[in-house]
């Protein structure tokens, strides 16, 4: 696709579920990012993804949190147990290099009730 | 670790007038970039800054990178409705990846 696409949009769950959220970087993007953004607030790191190195997870909030990428194609953020303070919308970002200009996808908006 | 700010954190002008948001960081920087998220929108880029000292515009915009690399500038000119959103500094202190500021956000009043 032209861009970065996060899917689903919109994510509804119950306390205590777990959930999967799910970004397609822009082709040929070595480096992905994941942030969360609470409502009227910056954005949050939560992990960063680049070429086959090591992620860096310094940004996770807990072990809750984990995050994959499949060579520098789909990535998948997992939040297990959801809480109601994981409620965010969580923005996932791909570039073409290390430091470079960020393309942003919508983002999934993440209620949990 | 590394500290982004920026200030003010809501700023309301008429539309016409002028506007600046500042950043500072707490380590010096490497570069810096500047996104604007419209309401409800995602973010998006505005541009990078490398250079000690750099000036650079986008038509009413002009962005600064100070001379010590610690802090940046974004002054709009003349403001108009369509600059309406927030505005975030993310900085890099030679490390893997930015650091985004808590934003600025701005209204502009018709």
């Known amino acids: 696709g032209a861009g970065v696409s996060q899917s689903p949009s919109n994510k509804v769950t119950e306390k205590g579920k777990d959930v999967e959220l799910r970004c397609d970087p822009i082709s040929g993007h070595t480096a992905l990012y994941w942030y969360r953004q609470r409502l009227g607030q910056g954005l949050e790191f939560l992990i960063y993804?680049?070429?086959?190195?090591?992620?860096?997870k310094s940004g996770l909030p807990s072990d809750r949190f984990s995050a994959e990428r499949t060579g520098e194609s789909v990535s998948t953020l997992t939040i297990q147990r959801t809480q109601q303070e994981d409620s965010a919308v969580y923005l996932c970002?791909?570039?073409?290099?290390?430091?470079?200009?960020?393309?942003f996808g919508q983002g999934t908006r993440l209620t949990v009730v | 670790g590394q500290q982004v700010m920026q200030i003010p954190q809501y700023q309301h002008v008429q539309e016409g007038e002028d506007f600046t948001t500042y950043c500072n960081s707490s380590?010096?920087?490497?570069?810096i970039q500047w996104y604007k998220q419209r309401p409800g929108g995602h973010p998006v880029f505005l541009i990078q800054?490398?250079?000690?000292?750099e000036v650079k515009k986008q038509k009413r915009l002009t962005f600064q990178f100070g001379e010590a690399k610690k802090n940046s500038s974004l002054h709009i000119t003349a403001t108009q409705t369509t600059d309406v959103g927030t505005y975030f500094c993310?900085?890099?202190?030679?490390?893997?990846?930015?650091?985004f500021g808590p934003g600025t956000r701005l209204s502009v009043l018709p």
């Open positions: 993804f680049q070429g086959n190195s090591a992620p860096d």
């Open positions: 800054l490398v250079k000690s000292g």
């Open positions: 380590t010096t920087l490497s570069n």
């Open positions: 970002a791909s570039s073409p290099g290390r430091l470079t200009e960020a393309f």
């Open positions: 993310a900085g890099d202190n030679y490390g893997q990846n930015f650091v």
